[in-house]
């Protein structure tokens, strides 16, 4: 004898008749058949696609903007520091020479780092006549009014 409840019908409706007929409405078959004639996509669609690259190129300005200021930042140091350099040899010139400058004004250019940088120095009396006093100014190498460093040192004349 066959198992009856291993046996799969339709769904059964009450006929008009008082019989029962078989409906095909199943609730799995809208799904069968959307499947069928619908085919699922899968992956990203266009708009998807341009809002990341959209987001994407947004960053890249950031960061590449980024990098551009920290590089002039880090151009502008250097050559504050070489400015610096500069002005400490002017005065560790004139104290290594032993020079006694007559108070006015001095001006040339010192290579250091592969440029010119431009200089000029201001020797102005004291009060003690045995002192000088010099104020170096160093300026851009390409803009001689831009001060990029300013020192102030002072000279003693020591007896002989």
């Not at 291993?6 to 009450?14: E, Q, S």
């Not at 409906?23 to 998807?48: C, D």
């Not at 400058?101 to 440029?115: L, Y």
């Amino acid at each position: 004898m066959s198992n009856i409840s291993n046996l799969h019908l339709p769904p059964c409706r009450k006929g008009g008749q008082g019989g029962f007929e078989a409906t095909n409405k199943s609730p799995s078959l809208p799904l069968l058949q959307r499947g069928k004639h619908e085919q699922r996509q899968t992956g990203f669609t266009l708009l998807e696609v341009l809002v990341a690259l959209f987001i994407l190129a947004i960053a890249m300005a950031a960061v590449s903007r980024t990098s551009s200021s920290s590089i002039h930042h880090v151009e502008a140091m250097r050559t504050r520091v070489v400015a610096d350099w500069v002005a400490q040899n002017r005065l560790a010139q004139h104290q290594a020479r032993g020079d006694w400058p007559a108070p006015g004004i001095q001006s040339g250019e010192e290579a250091q780092a592969g440029q010119a940088y431009p200089w000029q120095e201001e020797i102005i009396a004291t009060p003690n006549p045995t002192m000088r006093r010099i104020i170096v100014s160093v300026y851009a190498p390409d803009d001689a009014k831009h001060v990029l460093r300013e020192l102030t040192g002072y000279l003693v004349q020591y007896p002989r």
